[in-house]
């Protein structure tokens, strides 16, 4: 065992030696001197992938995780889908024309994109970029086409949390009270949600936001991300 201060057998450092005394005897008995520096390195900015089936409440959960972590950045995604009511433009979706989403696939300004039930959807790499630079973990909210592509070009680098609803007539249960597809736009979304389920094991995490849990679903998510930034071997991500 160690002579420690602790072992009653060891000599007390005595009370009239002051901290400061201590300190630089340390460093003499050392031959250096006590750095100030973090011990480890900052941890590196997050990509975190959000996804999920229509209506299992990737919005909701996103924009309640908006409210309580600044350190965030939710990427906005560039769409040419209508503006639902209530939604903003720059805030919840970039909406542009086709045309004008063309030309950004031509330029290469888009991490990934897609055609999403008869719309189009990309992420603005400019976005990322910036905002890492200025040390933000970035939030991406994709459909599970969105995740398997982007799976494909971020590799181990990205976190990819997979959202569900605690059970299939819960999310359908949930798209219907939004009231925002047809009838139609309803059957494909549930026929696509059976078969994504099944994609649940390429993704890191699952979060499942069981009906009026939301604030328990962002805790998960938050959890995840602290669970992150404490990992010894860190992501590493380059866009
Ligand atoms: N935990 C929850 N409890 C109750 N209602 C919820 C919960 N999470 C989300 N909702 C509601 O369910 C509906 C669908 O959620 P949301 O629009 O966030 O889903 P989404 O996954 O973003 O869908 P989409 O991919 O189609 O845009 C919304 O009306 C939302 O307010």
């Not at 604030?215 to 998960?220: A, E, L, N, T």
């Not at 998510?221 to 860190?234: L, P, R, T």
Request: aromatic fraction near 6%.
């Amino acid at each position: 065992m160690s002579d420690s201060p602790r072992n009653p057998n060891s000599a007390a450092i005595q009370s009239s030696v002051t901290k400061p005394e201590l300190l630089r005897a340390l460093e003499f008995h050392l031959g250096s001197c006590f750095s100030v520096d973090p011990i480890t390195p900052p941890p590196n900015p997050l990509v975190l992938v959000v996804s999920g089936s229509s209506g299992v409440g990737k919005d909701a959960v996103i924009n309640k995780l908006r409210e309580v972590r600044e350190s965030l950045h939710f990427v906005v995604t560039a769409t040419t889908r209508a503006m639902r009511p209530g939604e903003i433009d720059g805030v919840d979706y970039l909406f542009v024309s086709k045309d004008e989403f063309l030309s950004m696939v031509e330029k290469d300004e888009l991490l990934e994109h897609a055609l999403v039930y008869g719309d189009y959807k990309g992420i603005p790499k400019k976005q990322i970029q910036e905002f890492m630079g200025k040390g933000f973990d970035i939030v991406l909210r994709v459909d599970i086409q969105g995740a398997q592509t982007l799976k494909e070009i971020l590799g181990s680098s990205a976190v990819f949390i997979f959202l569900v609803a605690e059970s299939e007539l819960a999310m359908v249960e949930r798209l219907i009270d939004r009231r925002t597809e047809s009838h139609e736009e309803l059957l494909l979304r549930v026929a696509t949600a059976r078969e994504e389920i099944r994609h649940v094991k390429d993704f890191d995490y699952v979060v499942v936001n069981a009906k009026g849990k939301l604030d328990d679903s962002v805790k998960r998510v938050e959890s995840i991300i602290d669970a992150e930034k404490s990992k010894v071997h860190q992501r590493i991500v380059r866009i």
